[in-house]
């Protein structure tokens, strides 16, 4: 992908992914010391500070894996755990909502592309808009309600959720028909990604750790919030490759399987504590 700038004479040019990456990495670099000087204050908040949202949102370190079609940069996979382990050295909490809060634009260009449009472009929409998830329901119920489904309950451990327009939970939710098998045992539920917007549940601070304390990782509550059809994804179509928005979009991105890739998310806000942390030692 490409990403539009202008040259000394106030030309439009196009900068090649490569560059682009420098150039995020670079402002990456730039922002470690100033991330790194908020975190004492970051644990105090148990999140992020807005300073730090603000510098991410204005840097575009949250729409590097969000699809060109919808205002993101679409670039490399893996390339949102470069950013992250940059910041990482700073502070591990600011490290894993940038990493988090990137892919989930990525799964949520798997999403059908009417809830993409509405979302990011839409009349209502913002290019801007960022999504939490949660894939820990706690006695969270979902069930099918015409053409869509119908959320009540808790669903835990959404990072970065206060700073988010909008979220993706993890819901299970029986077959319409339950043949069962030959032993008349009901079909298992199926696993749906269910996205809802932040107007239509409530946030429950509940995130005390002695770890990634300043990741904001609280509760969401839903009452009676009901999810249309389109707005939803059933998980296995993330992992087949066979998803509506990877259908949609031209990028491989989108049909990358889902689980075999979500674990790199993570990796670098370990890896960039742990160069801190050696940093540190050898610097005192």
Known sequence: MTDQGKN?????????????????????????PMVQARAAEAE????????????????????VLQPVAFGGLELSYGFHTQLAEEIGKGCPSSAWILGVIACHSWIFGMFPPEAQRQYWAGATGDPGNTLATSFFPDGATVRREGDGFRLNGRWKFSSGVDHCQGIVLMGFVRPASQPGNTAGAPAPPVPYFLFVPRANYKIEDTWISAGLIATGSNDVILDNVFVPAHHSLEVMQSVNGKSPGGQFHESFLYRLPLFAVFGYTLVGTALGGAQGALDFVADN
């Open 8 to 32: 000394a004479g106030g030309t439009a040019v196009l900068a090649t992914q490569a560059e682009t990456e420098a150039r995020l990495l670079a402002r990456a670099r730039e922002l470690m």
């Open 44 to 63: 105090k908040q148990r999140r992020i500070p807005v300073e730090t949202d603000r510098e991410f949102r204005e840097a575009g370190f949250y729409r």
